[in-house]
């Protein structure tokens, strides 16, 4: 029992010593979504930021939706999200305070690299999603509720075409990866994220191009805003907005440009105004 | 397959360079689920030795409930301590969302019904026998309990184990009330999760074979410990 009782107390101790020593440097908390943090994207910007100001950005990567209802209850400073309709909505409602658009990413149909559908001549997304109809192509749908599958809908929705439960159209329920896999064996079309589709479609030996891109309604932009300090009077204001200014300005669009993948791929275009 | 290969192999030279990002995610694991266990011990030992020798109005009903509570979805506990947390939250002053103590305070509500109940059912199920020898010999009630919590010393511990088992392996209520940060909150099981949000399926399932090394460890002593204390009997 001797050796139970200093194995007890040597846990106890060094719990209690090893207590995070919290340093005096200024730390920030950042709302984001889980697409922008798993990127690698904040891992490259970060540091720069970091290193010219000695503010340090703790990022909590979360679905967009938790992302804005956790600047709206004051448990961060800033948020960096997409879904501009949400995000003026609640700027509106008085919760933020200084919106900024810092980036996009886009979506992009892609299809059998034959596209027997002829869709490649194509520049409307919503024409192509109807075109794809009225041949015998499968269509792959996340069917998910992820932002890819919500931007999906969203053009149906303007084809007219209420696409659930035709035979055409399969819900895979899965992620990016594994739903363009599925469009590849069925040789259906199916919308992905350009990111996504750069990183695997070599890795997978997808038989499979690009068939429509550019499309506004494929544009996926990224805003950045200041939890409203008037609002929740703790938060760190003058260092988020130190964070917000920086962002857009010359220095942090050049970092987002120049952040690559792993395979060297550009997966956001600066447009901050 | 190949994956499953490769996840070993990328796991074992994880374990040879130990990298000092890794060796800090590593160590806060450990630090928040021991500190998570020490809590839970510290309250749930006593409250499952009064469950166990005493009987009282609504004992049966404590007990149902401790039971059930063994079964707590980390979801539900790290969405009701986020809220309570939160800035918004009743306990938004202490500005303690999104730290390690936080998750601390996680995993010792997940941890507590476990180390409770299962003490509890380690004291009932001592001989009532040595109860009795032992008032018979003039011992204070604290001694009989005292006496009994050591006859009852290897079922507690076994409470203690799987509390310990149920925490290093949880990530969902960390996941909400640590956030995941980079550094700072980011332990083995969110660090998991990631790499596996990410698509670094291998890096990810080294991860997980690093954890069940560790645990195999530490569940190697306590059960030394355990063994050491029915010995001595």
């Known amino acids: 029992m001797r050796l139970f009782k200093s194995l007890l107390l040597s846990v106890l101790v060094l719990s209690v010593v090893s207590v995070p020593a919290v340093s005096a440097e200024t730390r920030i908390r950042c709302a984001s979504t889980t697409s922008t943090q798993n990127s690698g994207l904040f891992d490259y910007i970060l540091p720069i930021f970091e290193k ?10 979360v679905g967009t939706g938790a992302a804005l209802e956790i600047g709206k209850r004051g448990d961060c400073d800033v948020v960096f999200v997409h879904a501009e309709e949400f995000e003026l909505k609640a700027l509106k409602e008085g919760y933020f305070v200084n919106r900024y658009d810092v980036m996009y990413n886009d979506f992009i149909i892609i299809g059998p690299s034959n596209d027997l559908a002829k869709i490649k001549d194509m520049k409307s997304a919503s024409d192509a999603f109807k075109r794809i109809t009225e041949t015998n192509y499968f269509f792959v749908s996340r069917g998910d509720r992820s932002g890819t599958h919500i931007k999906e809908l969203s053009i149906w929705k303007k084809a007219g075409i209420e696409p659930k439960g035709q035979k055409w159209y399969l819900e895979v329920g899965q992620g990016m990866e594994k739903t363009q896999r599925v469009a590849n064996e069925k040789k259906a079309y199916t919308l992905t994220d350009r990111g996504t589709w750069l990183a695997t479609k070599d890795k997978d030996k997808l038989e499979m191009s690009i068939v429509l891109e550019g ?34 300005s010359q220095e942090g669009q050049k970092a987002i440009a120049d952040f690559k993948d792993k395979n060297s791929n550009q997966l956001f275009i600066p447009n901050a105004k | 397959m190949d994956s499953i290969i490769s996840g070993f192999v990328k796991a074992f030279s994880l374990i040879f360079h130990l990298d000092k ?126 006496t009994i919590m050591k006859e009852a010393r290897y079922g507690i511990m076994s409470g203690v184990i799987a509390a310990f088992g149920r925490v290093m392996a949880e990530v969902g209520a960390i996941l909400i009330v640590g956030g995941n940060i980079a550094g700072y909150t980011r332990v083995m099981t969110t660090t998991i999760a990631l790499e596996t949000d990410k698509g670094n399926f291998e890096l990810a399932l080294a991860l997980g074979i690093v954890l069940l090394a560790i645990s195999l460890m530490i569940n190697m002593v306590l059960h030394y410990v355990q063994k050491l204390g029915v010995r001595t009997k």
Request: contains cysteine; positive net charge; aromatic residues 8%.
């Open chain 1, 52 to 61: 010219k100001t000695g503010i340090k950005v703790d990022v909590v990567g």
């Open chain 2, 21 to 146: 990002e890794l060796l800090g995610i590593i160590f806060l694991s450990l630090k928040v689920s021991g500190l998570a266990l020490i809590i839970a011990a510290a309250i749930g030992l006593p409250f499952g030795a009064i469950i166990g020798l005493r009987r009282f109005y609504g004992r049966d009903l404590i007990i149902s409930v401790l039971n059930t509570f063994m079964g707590l979805p980390p979801v539900v506990v790290g969405l009701s301590l986020y809220l309570i947390l939160s800035r918004s939250g009743p306990l938004g002053f202490m500005g303690l969302l999104y730290t390690p103590s936080a998750m601390a305070t996680a995993q010792s509500i997940l941890a507590f019904p476990i180390v409770a109940s299962l003490c509890h059912s380690a004291i009932v199920s001592v001989d009532p026998i040595i109860k009795q020898a032992s008032v018979t010999l003039g011992a204070t009630p604290l001694q009989v309990t005292i």
């Open chain 1, 215 to 248: 499309d506004p309604i494929l544009f996926n932009q990224y805003g950045i805003m200041a939890v409203n300090p008037e609002r929740h009077r703790h938060v760190k204001y003058k260092e988020a907005m130190e964070f917000v200014i920086w962002i857009i």
